[in-house]
Structure formats: C-alpha cells, structure tokens
C-alpha cells in the first residue's frame, strides 16, 4: 500500500515561505496524480493543487495561484509545495494525496473523494 507522509509545516509570519514535501514509500510515485488539500480549523478540506504523474501539468486553486507552486522528483518519490507571500488564511492542515491514474491531466483539482491515499497531514500557520 502506498504510504504518504508529509512534512516542512511550521509557523511562519505574514509574508514568509514554506516549502511542504510529501514522501511516498511502498509504490513508486511515478504513475500516480497527487494531491495538496488543506483544512482550517472548522472548515472543509479545500484542494489547493494537483500536479500530474509526470509532473508536466499542474493547476491550483484560485485562492493561492501566483504564490504556490508544486512539483516533484519521482526518482526521490517526493512531492513538494512551495508556498511564498503567506497569508494568515493560508493556516491549516496539509495534507498531499495520491491518485492511481498515470492519464490523469489536472484539468482540474479532483475531489477529495477521488484520491485512494492520504497523508496524515502538516500543520501550517501563518501568523505574526
């Protein structure tokens, strides 16, 4: 079974970076979509990215474009997301999830209940 485990959540003030990494063992990453969700204290878990199996195509969430970016190094089987120009709204669980479908194109940010495997996730706040 794929194991996914997430890590880089910290405190940080406004403005400041993160860079989350999400580590799979168990399967190689190479033919799974993975996911980044995020859920802030009595919210619903929100995607925020998806980036394909080979990396090559990626889409976000309105709400962080321009100051997220993901990807990946299937030959470490590790995801990566970096966060830049962190807003206090940005606090949250983060939580990186894998799909098994090679084909997958991240034409959209799939639905949490899409995704097969889950991390068990990062807390990010972003507070001064």
């Known amino acids: 079974q794929l194991q996914l485990v997430e890590s880089g959540g910290g405190l940080v003030q406004p403005g400041g970076s993160l860079r989350l990494s999400c580590a799979a063992s168990g399967f190689t990453l190479d033919y799974y979509v993975i996911g980044w969700f995020r859920q802030a204290p009595g919210k619903e878990r929100e995607g925020v990215s998806c980036i394909t199996s080979s990396g090559g195509r990626t889409n976000y969430a309105d709400s962080v474009k321009g100051r997220f970016t993901v990807s990946r190094d299937n030959a470490k089987s590790t995801v990566y997301l970096q966060m830049n120009s962190l807003k206090p709204e940005d606090t949250g669980v983060y939580s990186c999830?894998?799909?098994?479908?090679?084909?997958?194109?991240?034409?959209?940010?799939?639905?949490?209940?899409?995704?097969?495997?889950w991390g068990q996730g990062t807390q990010v706040t972003v507070s001064s």
């Open positions: 999830a894998a799909l098994a479908d090679s084909f997958a194109s991240c034409a959209r940010i799939y639905d949490l209940y899409e995704y097969e495997d």
